[in-house]
T-cell receptor, first 116, second 114 residues
Framework: ETGVTQTPRHLVMGMTNKKSLKCEQHLGHNAMYWYKQSAKKPLELMFVYNFKEQTENNSVPSRFSPECPNSSHLFLHLHTLQPEDSALYLC???????????????FGNGTRLTVT | AQKITQTQPGMFVQEKEAVTLDCTYDTSDQSYGLFWYKQPSSGEMIFLIYQGSYDEQNATEGRYSLNFQKARKSANLVISASQLGDSAMYFCAMSPEYGNKLVFGAGTILRVKS
């Protein structure tokens, strides 16, 4: 399997549920990202991991908890979400570059999350 | 802070014609990168083309070309010979001088008519 794979593709959860989104990349990259895409808003960067270490948390509420056990896997643990958290959550990977980042991000198909 | 502006919410183009999608940016970095992505209805973001701020030649990738005007801070995407499969959302994005954390514009929906 190649590229970036996200599971599940669709998820419906109640506000009291706990669920996790999974992302796996087969590109040999060393950086992974979570983005949130809401209707009528630009993609919002949530978290960045470089070599398994979190290097960016873009003021994301604590009800979103990322985990990166190795450079190929990234999780987003969800608990006590709100209806406004309903969105498409996109995972991406790239080669990390300290300067002049010209390595494109490769995205997965996303998880369409609906919070009821 | 970096900012990307895409002023065209939606565009229509006739099949086989060329279309230009606008993108302007704002940054104080001396070195940066500019990207275009395509997002079909399936949701996947597909990388199309990259332009470095110090690249003198405009980037081209098949039917895609990037019209880079540094003084105007614009990086417009030109799609030649449009195809029905080009119908999608298109995003312009920028990477900073250090690292490759991308900032995205709001996107432009392109519809190709037969």
């Amino acid at each position: 399997e190649t590229g970036v794979t996200q599971t599940p593709r669709h998820l419906v959860m109640g506000m009291t549920n706990k669920k996790s989104l999974k992302c796996e990349q087969h590109l040999g990259h060393n950086a992974m990202y979570w983005y949130k895409q809401s209707a009528k808003k630009p993609l919002e960067l949530m978290f960045v991991y470089n070599f398994k270490e979190q290097t960016e948390n873009n003021s994301v509420p604590s009800r979103f908890s990322p985990e990166c056990p190795n450079s190929s896997h990234l999780f987003l643990h969800l608990h006590t979400l709100q209806p406004e958290d309903s969105a498409l959550y996109l995972c991406a990977s790239s080669q990390w570059q300290a300067e002049r980042g010209d390595s494109p991000l490769h995205f997965g198909n996303g998880t369409r999350l609906t919070v009821t | 802070a970096q900012k990307i502006t895409q002023t065209q919410p939606g565009m229509f183009v006739q099949e086989k014609e060329a279309v230009t999608l606008d993108c302007t940016y704002d940054t104080s970095d001396q070195s940066y990168g500019l990207f275009w992505y395509k997002q079909p209805s399936s949701g996947e973001m597909i990388f199309l083309i990259y332009q470095g701020s110090y690249d003198e030649q405009n980037a081209t990738e098949g039917r895609y070309s990037l019209n880079f005007q540094k003084a105007r801070k614009s990086a417009n995407l030109v799609i030649s010979a449009s195809q029905l499969g080009d119908s999608a959302m298109y995003f312009c994005a920028m990477s900073p001088e250090y690292g490759n954390k991308l900032v995205f514009g709001a996107g432009t929906i392109l519809r190709v008519k037969s």
